[in-house]
Protein backbone atom coordinates (compact mmCIF):
# COMPACT_ATOMS: atom_id res chain seq x y z
CA UNK A 1 0.00 0.00 0.00
CA UNK A 2 0.95 3.34 -0.91
CA UNK A 3 2.45 5.78 2.05
CA UNK A 4 4.14 9.20 3.33
CA UNK A 5 6.36 9.24 6.19
CA UNK A 6 7.66 12.74 7.48
CA UNK A 7 9.90 11.57 10.23
CA UNK A 8 10.07 14.94 12.36
CA UNK A 9 7.12 16.39 14.47
CA UNK A 10 9.10 19.23 13.95
CA UNK A 11 11.58 21.34 12.49
CA UNK A 12 13.40 24.94 13.97
CA UNK A 13 15.43 27.15 12.27
CA UNK A 14 16.34 30.65 12.96
CA UNK A 15 15.17 33.62 10.33
CA UNK A 16 17.18 33.65 7.30
CA UNK A 17 18.37 30.13 7.75
CA UNK A 18 18.15 27.06 5.05
CA UNK A 19 15.39 24.82 5.91
CA UNK A 20 14.86 21.18 4.97
CA UNK A 21 11.66 19.08 5.78
CA UNK A 22 11.87 15.61 5.56
CA UNK A 23 9.72 13.08 3.22
CA UNK A 24 9.68 9.59 2.11
CA UNK A 25 7.46 7.53 0.19
CA UNK A 26 6.44 4.23 -0.86
CA UNK A 27 4.59 3.15 -3.78
CA UNK A 28 4.64 1.32 -6.68
CA UNK A 29 5.52 2.78 -9.90
CA UNK A 30 6.31 5.95 -10.38
CA UNK A 31 4.77 8.38 -7.91
CA UNK A 32 3.13 12.04 -7.89
CA UNK A 33 4.47 13.89 -4.91
CA UNK A 34 3.00 17.20 -3.93
CA UNK A 35 3.62 19.24 -0.90
CA UNK A 36 0.85 21.59 1.19
CA UNK A 37 1.18 23.97 3.80
CA UNK A 38 -1.25 24.32 6.48
CA UNK A 39 -2.06 27.76 8.79
CA UNK A 40 -4.10 27.86 11.67
CA UNK A 41 -7.94 27.15 11.08
CA UNK A 42 -7.13 27.20 7.44
CA UNK A 43 -7.47 24.49 4.63
CA UNK A 44 -4.44 23.41 2.51
CA UNK A 45 -2.72 24.90 0.34
CA UNK A 46 -0.66 24.15 -2.38
CA UNK A 47 3.13 24.42 -2.41
CA UNK A 48 4.54 22.27 -5.34
CA UNK A 49 4.57 18.65 -6.91
CA UNK A 50 6.69 16.97 -9.19
CA UNK A 51 4.90 14.92 -11.97
CA UNK A 52 8.12 14.22 -14.11
CA UNK A 53 11.23 15.49 -15.49
CA UNK A 54 13.78 18.06 -13.43
CA UNK A 55 14.25 15.83 -9.90
CA UNK A 56 14.33 19.79 -8.41
CA UNK A 57 10.68 21.28 -8.53
CA UNK A 58 10.47 24.92 -7.54
CA UNK A 59 6.88 26.48 -6.10
CA UNK A 60 4.88 29.05 -4.09
CA UNK A 61 7.10 31.31 -1.62
CA UNK A 62 10.35 30.20 -2.95
CA UNK A 63 9.85 26.68 -2.23
CA UNK A 64 11.53 23.58 -3.98
CA UNK A 65 11.79 20.14 -3.46
CA UNK A 66 14.43 17.57 -4.77
CA UNK A 67 12.91 14.31 -5.64
CA UNK A 68 15.29 11.19 -5.34
CA UNK A 69 14.32 8.22 -6.91
CA UNK A 70 16.59 5.83 -5.48
CA UNK A 71 15.98 7.27 -1.69
CA UNK A 72 12.90 7.51 -2.44
CA UNK A 73 12.30 11.16 -0.63
CA UNK A 74 11.25 14.48 -1.74
CA UNK A 75 12.32 16.89 0.55
CA UNK A 76 10.85 20.45 0.99
CA UNK A 77 13.48 22.97 1.27
CA UNK A 78 14.42 26.84 1.13
CA UNK A 79 17.47 29.06 1.16
CA UNK A 80 16.37 31.73 3.33
CA UNK A 81 13.36 31.04 5.73
CA UNK A 82 11.35 33.57 6.76
CA UNK A 83 9.00 33.70 10.77
CA UNK A 84 6.18 33.46 7.99
CA UNK A 85 6.91 30.59 6.95
CA UNK A 86 6.16 28.72 9.98
CA UNK A 87 3.31 26.65 9.59
CA UNK A 88 2.17 22.84 9.17
CA UNK A 89 3.85 21.24 6.00
CA UNK A 90 2.43 18.23 4.24
CA UNK A 91 3.62 15.81 1.96
CA UNK A 92 1.54 13.56 -0.17
CA UNK A 93 1.82 10.85 -3.00
CA UNK A 94 -0.92 10.47 -5.26
CA UNK A 95 -0.75 6.64 -6.42
CA UNK A 96 -1.41 6.74 -10.15
CA UNK A 97 -3.82 3.89 -9.94
CA UNK A 98 -5.75 4.70 -7.00
CA UNK A 99 -5.58 8.18 -7.48
CA UNK A 100 -5.96 9.06 -3.88
CA UNK A 101 -3.89 11.56 -2.21
CA UNK A 102 -2.06 10.10 0.74
CA UNK A 103 -0.54 12.69 3.22
CA UNK A 104 2.22 12.19 6.02
CA UNK A 105 1.06 13.21 9.13
CA UNK A 106 2.53 16.50 8.38
CA UNK A 107 5.56 18.73 10.37
CA UNK A 108 5.31 21.56 11.89
CA UNK A 109 7.85 24.37 10.85
CA UNK A 110 8.76 27.14 13.51
CA UNK A 111 10.84 29.86 12.21
CA UNK A 112 12.37 32.58 14.98
CA UNK A 113 13.06 35.57 14.45
CA UNK B 1 -14.31 34.12 -4.63
CA UNK B 2 -13.91 30.99 -6.98
CA UNK B 3 -12.44 28.42 -4.49
CA UNK B 4 -13.79 25.80 -2.65
CA UNK B 5 -16.39 26.85 -0.36
CA UNK B 6 -17.45 24.66 2.71
CA UNK B 7 -20.46 25.93 5.19
CA UNK B 8 -20.92 25.31 7.89
CA UNK B 9 -17.20 26.20 9.05
CA UNK B 10 -17.82 25.34 12.25
CA UNK B 11 -20.60 23.04 13.96
CA UNK B 12 -21.16 22.01 17.87
CA UNK B 13 -23.99 19.51 18.34
CA UNK B 14 -24.68 16.69 20.94
CA UNK B 15 -24.09 13.08 20.65
CA UNK B 16 -26.53 11.03 18.62
CA UNK B 17 -27.63 14.03 16.73
CA UNK B 18 -27.52 13.65 13.12
CA UNK B 19 -25.34 16.40 11.21
CA UNK B 20 -24.70 17.70 7.25
CA UNK B 21 -21.62 19.39 5.70
CA UNK B 22 -21.90 21.05 2.40
CA UNK B 23 -19.39 21.32 -0.07
CA UNK B 24 -19.32 23.55 -3.63
CA UNK B 25 -16.22 22.85 -5.46
CA UNK B 26 -14.80 24.90 -7.89
CA UNK B 27 -17.35 24.67 -11.04
CA UNK B 28 -15.30 23.18 -13.64
CA UNK B 29 -13.67 20.63 -11.17
CA UNK B 30 -15.79 17.07 -11.91
CA UNK B 31 -13.66 15.39 -8.91
CA UNK B 32 -14.61 16.05 -5.42
CA UNK B 33 -12.88 14.50 -2.56
CA UNK B 34 -13.77 14.39 1.12
CA UNK B 35 -11.18 14.03 4.06
CA UNK B 36 -11.17 14.06 7.85
CA UNK B 37 -8.23 15.54 9.79
CA UNK B 38 -8.10 15.34 13.45
CA UNK B 39 -5.60 17.67 15.85
CA UNK B 40 -1.88 16.76 14.86
CA UNK B 41 -2.23 14.17 12.04
CA UNK B 42 -2.65 14.42 8.28
CA UNK B 43 -5.73 14.51 6.56
CA UNK B 44 -7.45 11.63 6.28
CA UNK B 45 -9.30 10.02 3.00
CA UNK B 46 -13.00 9.42 3.59
CA UNK B 47 -14.70 8.94 -0.59
CA UNK B 48 -14.24 10.79 -3.49
CA UNK B 49 -16.53 11.48 -6.31
CA UNK B 50 -16.14 12.08 -10.41
CA UNK B 51 -19.18 13.99 -11.38
CA UNK B 52 -21.97 12.09 -9.44
CA UNK B 53 -20.03 8.95 -9.25
CA UNK B 54 -19.24 7.80 -6.15
CA UNK B 55 -16.03 6.03 -6.95
CA UNK B 56 -14.42 4.65 -3.67
CA UNK B 57 -15.02 4.96 -0.06
CA UNK B 58 -12.57 4.57 2.74
CA UNK B 59 -12.89 1.17 4.73
CA UNK B 60 -12.30 3.30 7.93
CA UNK B 61 -15.93 5.18 6.81
CA UNK B 62 -18.80 3.78 9.46
CA UNK B 63 -22.46 3.60 7.92
CA UNK B 64 -23.08 6.35 10.00
CA UNK B 65 -21.47 8.19 7.56
CA UNK B 66 -23.04 8.36 3.87
CA UNK B 67 -22.02 11.47 0.96
CA UNK B 68 -23.72 12.69 -2.21
CA UNK B 69 -23.18 14.45 -5.08
CA UNK B 70 -26.36 14.57 -6.72
CA UNK B 71 -25.85 16.92 -9.89
CA UNK B 72 -22.10 16.54 -10.11
CA UNK B 73 -21.75 19.97 -8.48
CA UNK B 74 -21.84 20.50 -4.85
CA UNK B 75 -21.62 17.69 -2.23
CA UNK B 76 -23.13 17.12 1.00
CA UNK B 77 -21.24 14.60 3.81
CA UNK B 78 -24.22 13.31 6.38
CA UNK B 79 -22.73 11.94 9.73
CA UNK B 80 -25.89 10.11 11.41
CA UNK B 81 -25.62 9.36 15.26
CA UNK B 82 -22.82 11.46 16.31
CA UNK B 83 -20.36 10.27 18.28
CA UNK B 84 -17.18 12.10 20.46
CA UNK B 85 -14.87 10.47 18.37
CA UNK B 86 -16.65 11.96 15.25
CA UNK B 87 -14.51 15.49 16.52
CA UNK B 88 -13.09 16.84 13.91
CA UNK B 89 -11.93 18.93 10.84
CA UNK B 90 -13.72 17.81 7.72
CA UNK B 91 -12.40 19.30 4.58
CA UNK B 92 -13.45 19.29 1.25
CA UNK B 93 -11.27 19.14 -1.68
CA UNK B 94 -11.74 19.25 -5.71
CA UNK B 95 -9.35 18.99 -8.54
CA UNK B 96 -10.06 18.51 -12.75
CA UNK B 97 -9.63 15.19 -13.20
CA UNK B 98 -6.95 12.76 -11.97
CA UNK B 99 -3.45 11.99 -12.60
CA UNK B 100 -0.88 14.74 -11.88
CA UNK B 101 -3.62 17.80 -10.92
CA UNK B 102 -3.53 18.95 -7.39
CA UNK B 103 -6.10 19.28 -5.13
CA UNK B 104 -7.66 22.72 -4.01
CA UNK B 105 -8.81 22.29 -0.11
CA UNK B 106 -11.74 24.09 1.28
CA UNK B 107 -11.23 25.93 4.83
CA UNK B 108 -12.85 23.04 6.06
CA UNK B 109 -15.72 22.52 8.83
CA UNK B 110 -14.82 21.34 12.27
CA UNK B 111 -16.93 19.47 14.53
CA UNK B 112 -16.90 19.35 18.17
CA UNK B 113 -19.40 16.47 19.39
CA UNK B 114 -20.24 17.49 22.79
Known amino acids: AQSVAQPEDQVNVAEGNPLTVKCTYS??????LFWYVQYPNRGLQFLLK??????LVKGSYGFEAEFNKSQTSFHLKKPSALVSDSALYFCAVRDRSTDKLIFGTGTRLQVFP | DTGVSQNPRHKITKRGQNVTFRCDPI?????LYWYRQTLGQGPEFLTY????????KSRLLSDRFSAERPKGSFSTLEIQRTEQGDSAMYLC????????????FGSGTQLSVL
Open chain 1, 50 to 55: YITGDN
Open chain 2, 49 to 56: FQNEAQLE
Open chain 2, 27 to 31: SEHNR
Open chain 1, 27 to 32: VSGNPY
Open chain 2, 93 to 104: ASSPGQGPSELF
